[in-house]
């Protein structure tokens, strides 16, 4: 097969015991290929000797562009500025520690020879991760697809190829909160999933604590779904319908009974119920209104202090 020319995008953040080792097996892997190929590591502030060992494996090896993040940006970030510089006809995003195998570039680059422009890695089992973990991830899954309106393949994570088409497609998509599985889904092309086996970490420990996995559940809900605001819209019409009979209830006690002055359970339930109720709302509301500030201030996405290019020659694209 006529390889096309690849781009490898690896974020990494404290991964300082894992990079040497990623980088050996991703250079077997690439080299084997027999291709145009290039790494590149962004560094996303990480505060142990990840860079030091990154400009080292710069020096040595020609094939390797090392973008320094101003500080640590995130995840989703950290590829996206990965994305931004790679050259490549096709673009393959990966984890610094060795999760998602690299011997299955050579399957991707099969079916994106046969013409699908996104080929992502669908998880079939995850080594090392707890139960909790697994649980909320395919939670996760269930409700973005309820939710939003373009669905998400379960258990897929980042890992993945990208046509060139797909890369300018993210590349044009400014937005601050960004799900890049979720954006690689609304882009459309022809995609498709090979499934794998994903291992362990080899070391270190994972950079997704349950905060920022709340985050990001948080992230591509919003982003991609307008259902909360509407099921606040629907929430308020019927406690609106519920409160005229409230309201028909107090005026028949009133207007019919002797026993009016003793309505003030319902009125206190109904006020507790509605002041939450609008808290919610608030909330909710808030979470939207909060995102269309972060877009409005239009701030890059990242700074970079450094950038290393890569040394050896540019590629020839098709
Ligand atoms: N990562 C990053 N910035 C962050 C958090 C993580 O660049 O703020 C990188 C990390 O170095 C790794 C990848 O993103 O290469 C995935 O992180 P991790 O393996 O910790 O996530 P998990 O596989 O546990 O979901
Ligand atoms: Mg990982």
């Keep these: 097969m006529d390889h096309p020319a690849i781009s490898v995008v690896v974020p990494c953040f404290d991964e300082g015991e894992m990079i040497a080792a990623c980088h050996q097996r991703l250079t077997g892997v690439l080299q084997g290929l027999d291709a145009w190929y290039e790494i590149v590591y962004v560094d996303d502030g990480s505060r142990d000797s990840t860079l030091a060992i990154l400009q080292a494996i710069h020096a040595s090896d020609p094939n390797v562009t090392v973008v320094e993040l101003s500080r640590n940006f995130g995840h989703q970030t950290a590829v996206t500025a990965g994305l931004e510089i790679a050259k490549g006809d096709v673009v393959v995003i990966t984890d610094a520690d060795l999760q998602d195998p690299p011997e299955l570039i050579a399957k991707m680059l099969e079916l994106w020879a046969q013409g699908f422009e996104v080929v992502y890695g669908v998880r079939e089992t995850r080594e090392g991760e707890t139960g909790f973990k697994r649980w909320t991830a395919k939670l996760f899954y269930r409700l973005i697809n309820r939710l939003s309106d373009v669905p998400i393949p379960p258990d897929t994570g980042d890992f993945r190829l990208l046509d060139r088409k797909a890369v300018e497609a993210i590349k044009s998509m400014p937005e601050r909160h960004r799900l890049l599985r979720g954006m690689c889904s609304w882009i459309g092309f022809r995609q498709c999933g090979i499934k794998y086996a994903r291992a362990a970490r080899v070391a270190g420990k994972t950079k997704y604590p349950l905060n920022k996995m709340i985050n990001l559940a948080l992230d591509g809900v919003a982003s991609f779904s307008t259902?909360?605001?509407?099921?606040?819209?629907?929430?308020?019409?019927?406690?609106?319908?519920?409160?005229?009979?409230?309201?028909?209830?107090?005026?028949?006690?009133?207007?019919?009974?002797?026993?009016?002055?003793?309505?003030?359970?319902?009125?206190?339930?109904?006020?507790?119920?509605?002041?939450?109720?609008?808290?919610?709302?608030?909330?909710?509301?808030?979470?939207?209104?909060g995102r269309v500030y972060a877009e409005t201030k239009h701030r890059p996405l990242y700074l970079a202090r450094t950038v290393l290019e890569r040394r050896g020659d540019p590629p020839r694209l098709r």
């Design 227 to 289: 259902v909360p605001l509407r099921f606040l819209a629907v929430l308020g019409f019927l406690t609106a319908a519920l409160s005229v009979i409230g309201i028909l209830y107090a005026l028949i006690v009133r207007l019919f009974t002797h026993t009016w002055v003793a309505g003030w359970t319902i009125s206190f339930i109904g006020m507790l119920f509605l002041g939450g109720l609008q808290m919610i709302s608030i909330g909710i509301v808030g979470e939207y209104v």
